[in-house]
């Protein structure tokens, strides 16, 4: 895969000043040799249109941080793809661990959102990943498989360059502590397979998957080095322009 993708999951910080001078500063920074890499700012909902218009012109790319599968109707404190298209989304963030950890999503819910999102031509970031109890029990790859079936089951049409993988083990999110390298080589390699499976080789080669969970400017490099890895998907860091910009410069193997 040619171009890496590298996202800021803003998760719930900042109001609109801090959003705009946020995305500004990414903007400025990555200015006008922008890397050949895929940027994507996912800001809280209240900073979609002040941070859609801080990047407008730009090659920065919008992404929500969640939906609902229902493109409208009475379900109050929701979102819908459409809604989110027409608030200059490209992407959306699906299944985040903290979604399903703490807001109760199951594999069936994510599974709607996702076909919500392919249906609305918004690009799914689909996230897995399992906890420190299933890695240790081993029960690792079971857990990323039934979170792979339950997203991917009714999807059937290509998902040649619209879907987006994220592995973010739960252990690994907002502890300081990344995977190791050859955790995540291993991992990656067993997802891509399991994508082979699912799409065939000739779809599932055009499926980035990202790593995400303790992402900073002093492991990127490593984590840019390990072949399986085509991005990541960053939430502290990213809240520094700087230490973000530095991760994407990382990815596009260009000094900072
Ligand atoms: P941290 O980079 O803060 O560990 O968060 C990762 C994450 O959840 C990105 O979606």
Redesign the pocket.
């Known amino acids: 895969m040619e171009r890496h993708t590298v996202?800021a999951?803003w998760?719930m910080h900042g109001n609109q000043a801090e959003g705009v001078a946020l995305a500004r500063g990414v903007r400025r920074l990555l200015g006008n040799r922008f890397p050949a890499v895929e940027v994507v700012l996912a800001p809280p909902f209240t900073s979609l249109e002040t941070v859609r218009r801080a990047i407008k012109g730009s090659r920065l790319h919008l992404s929500a941080q969640n939906l609902h599968w229902q493109p409208q109707g009475a379900f109050t404190g929701e979102v819908g793809a459409d809604m989110l298209r027409d608030a200059g989304c490209s992407h959306v963030?699906v299944g985040?661990?903290?979604r399903r950890r703490l807001f109760g999503e199951t594999n069936g819910d994510v599974g709607r959102k996702l076909a919500a999102a392919l249906d609305a031509s918004l690009k799914p970031v689909l996230?897995i990943g399992e906890t420190l109890r299933e890695r240790r029990d081993g029960r690792t790859r079971q857990t990323l498989s039934a979170q792979l079936s339950g997203a991917l089951k009714g999807v059937s049409k290509s998902v040649k360059d619209c879907l987006i993988l994220?592995y973010?083990p739960v252990w690994?999110?907002?502890?300081?502590t990344?995977a190791a390298p050859a955790q995540v080589m291993e991992t990656h390699g067993w997802i891509r397979q399991a994508l082979v499976r699912r799409f065939g080789a000739a779809q599932a080669r055009h499926i980035p998957i990202l790593y995400?969970?303790?992402?900073?400017p002093a492991n990127a490099s490593e984590l840019a080095a390990v072949p399986e890895v085509d991005g990541v998907?960053?939430?502290?860091?990213?809240l520094d322009h700087r230490s973000f910009v530095e991760i994407v410069n990382a990815f596009s193997g260009r000094e900072a």
């Open positions: 996202i999951n998760k963030i985040h661990s903290e996230c994220a973010e690994a999110i907002g502890t300081g990344n995400g969970g303790s992402v900073n998907l960053v939430g502290g860091a990213s």
